[in-house]
């Protein structure tokens, strides 16, 4: 077996180990989330320790679990909580350094591998026991119903739908305001524009692609309308030589071409974007330049003004104004990545990325705009309430669990871009802030 051919086999066993682990700390998130609040548990350093919420799972940077509530002795904390396979994690991943874990109130783990003097830096200690009768009995991903269960199946599929709607409006009128508010500040068009980049990044990206905006805003407009494509793929840093890969013909062609526009127009030689590659390939950073490059090409610098004309034509579409924002590209709807060629085409920026587009930022920037022009309309407000349903998420799936368990018509309830955005109002002005505890809810004691 040759050197080459270890290395492989050292490499899958490393990736193999990693997703293992990274799978168990997925499970022990689970077994946290439905962790029994109606019993007392021991921790190591012999603390008596009540989960009274475990709070609210977090799937983007910062500690697992944001707003769990406990009681550690006789105190009463709230705060984040962090999951580790192994207390050493904490060490490993860097946590120790980083500031958005200092307030972390229980570190939960299922293996204790650190001496005392290390443990003691760290926040409290819960040691998963996976022998423990009360947790390994626990359903792994299933969440118990809240209180607002029975208020709501009490009600008829209308009543609910107009609650949820009702809320859903409440969270657009909220957006709108806080676009105003940078409006202002910066500008209709330009404030629009930036929150197009940051939404094409999607969560992964949305700091790299704010970068590329500004990188981009610093060239004079005319080389910015005539080499658009080129400023993006140079400034993003993403763009390869043409000899460093095994590129397509097609592809050595599109890279030479932006090599040879950019070279000539560059303001200066600057560190590439620190960019991320979680999550689909379809959705690599590749993909999404070309989505943004795809818009400007388009919309220019002032979509509110072009988005506007097909948004106040008297029969506009739902489909119509989807399909004005879905974009192709002959080269990229058939890559991954400069090297890495797809099975079947895909669009740089499909129909559900388009319909979320149009819910969070063009027509709340719409209605934001027509405000301060102090010529506000509910055009923008009405085509928003009869979206089709955005894709579900953690929030509204969590939601479902929670107060429609046993509803005879949770679909119909959740059905439409207003409900589901309703859904994610609710559950963050009062499930959150009440870090899910039912007994401290407004909304519930309102009823």
């Given at each position: 077996?040759?050197?080459?051919?270890?290395?492989?086999?050292?490499?899958?066993?490393?990736?193999?180990?990693?997703?293992?682990?990274?799978?168990?700390?997925?499970?022990?998130?689970?077994?946290?989330?439905?962790?029994?609040?109606?019993?007392?548990?021991?921790?190591?350093?012999?603390?008596?320790?009540?989960?009274?919420?475990?709070?609210?799972?977090?799937?983007?940077?910062?500690?697992?679990?944001?707003?769990?509530?406990?009681?550690?002795?006789?105190?009463?904390?709230?705060?984040?909580?962090?999951?580790?396979?192994?207390?050493?994690?904490?060490?490993?991943?860097?946590?120790?350094?980083?500031?958005?874990?200092?307030?972390?109130?229980?570190?939960?783990?299922?293996?204790?591998?650190?001496?005392?003097?290390?443990?003691?830096?760290?926040?409290?200690?819960?040691?998963?026991?996976?022998?423990?009768?009360?947790?390994?009995?626990?359903?792994?991903?299933?969440?118990?119903?809240?209180?607002?269960?029975?208020?709501?199946?009490?009600?008829?599929?209308?009543?609910?739908?107009?609650?949820?709607?009702?809320?859903?409006?409440?969270?657009?009128?909220?957006?709108?305001?806080?676009?105003?508010?940078?409006?202002?500040?910066?500008?209709?068009?330009?404030?629009?524009?930036?929150?197009?980049?940051?939404?094409?990044?999607?969560?992964?990206?949305?700091?790299?692609?704010?970068?590329?905006?500004?990188?981009?805003?610093?060239?004079?407009?005319?080389?910015?309308?005539?080499?658009?494509?080129?400023?993006?793929?140079?400034?993003?840093?993403?763009?390869?030589?043409?000899?460093?890969?095994?590129?397509?013909?097609?592809?050595?062609?599109?890279?030479?071409?932006?090599?040879?526009?950019?070279?000539?127009?560059?303001?200066?030689?600057?560190?590439?974007?620190?960019?991320?590659?979680?999550?689909?390939?379809?959705?690599?950073?590749?993909?999404?330049?070309?989505?943004?490059?795809?818009?400007?090409?388009?919309?220019?610098?002032?979509?509110?003004?072009?988005?506007?004309?097909?948004?106040?034509?008297?029969?506009?579409?739902?489909?119509?104004?989807?399909?004005?924002i879905t974009f192709h590209d002959q080269l990229w709807d058939n890559y991954s990545c400069f090297t890495g060629k797809r099975s079947k085409p895909a669009a740089v920026l499909g129909r559900s990325s388009a319909l979320e587009l149009l819910v969070n930022v063009l027509l709340p920037a719409m209605d934001a705009a027509g405000k301060i022009d102090k010529k506000p309309t509910d055009t923008a407000l009405n085509v928003w309430c009869n979206l089709p349903s955005t894709q579900h998420n953690r929030i509204t799936r969590d939601a479902a669990a929670r107060w429609f368990p046993q509803h005879r018509n949770a679909g119909k309830i959740m059905n439409g871009t207003a409900a589901r955005q309703g859904i994610i109002h609710l559950s963050r002005e009062f499930c959150e802030k009440c870090c899910g505890a039912c007994d401290a809810c407004l909304l519930y004691n309102s009823t």
């Open positions: 077996m040759s050197i080459e051919q270890t290395n492989h086999i050292v490499e899958d066993n490393h990736r193999q180990l990693a997703e293992t682990v990274k799978l168990y700390e997925v499970q022990l998130q689970n077994v946290w989330n439905s962790i029994p609040t109606d019993r007392t548990f021991i921790t190591p350093d012999k603390q008596s320790l009540k989960v009274l919420t475990p709070g609210t799972w977090n799937f983007e940077a910062g500690p697992d679990f944001k707003n769990a509530q406990i009681k550690l002795n006789d105190k009463i904390v709230t705060g984040p909580v962090e999951i580790h396979t192994r207390t050493s994690d904490w060490y490993a991943h860097g946590h120790h350094h980083d500031p958005a874990y200092q307030q972390v109130i229980l570190h939960v783990t299922a293996i204790n591998d650190l001496p005392p003097e290390k443990l003691s830096a760290l926040p409290p200690l819960f040691v998963i026991n996976p022998k423990d009768a009360d947790i390994a009995n626990v359903e792994v991903g299933k969440l118990r119903p809240g209180k607002c269960a029975a208020f709501f199946s009490g009600l008829e599929t209308t009543q609910v739908t107009a609650i949820l709607k009702a809320a859903g409006i409440e969270r657009f009128r909220h957006k709108s305001n806080a676009i105003m508010r940078r409006m202002i500040t910066d500008g209709a068009e330009s404030t629009c524009l930036q929150m197009i980049f940051e939404a094409v990044g999607y969560k992964n990206n949305r700091q790299p692609f704010t970068e590329l905006f500004q990188r981009f805003c610093e060239y004079d407009a005319d080389l910015r309308q005539k080499f658009t494509a080129a400023i993006i793929w140079g400034e993003s840093g993403l763009l390869p030589e043409t000899t460093t890969g095994d590129f397509t013909p097609e592809m050595s062609s599109f890279i030479e071409q932006r090599w040879q526009e950019w070279w000539q127009i560059r303001i200066s030689a600057r560190p590439g974007i620190d960019w991320k590659r979680t999550g689909r390939p379809v959705n690599s950073p590749e993909r999404r330049i070309t989505a943004i490059v795809s818009f400007l090409q388009q919309y220019g610098e002032t979509p509110l003004a072009k988005f506007a004309t097909e948004l106040n034509h008297d029969s506009v579409k739902i489909e119509h104004l989807l399909k004005t």
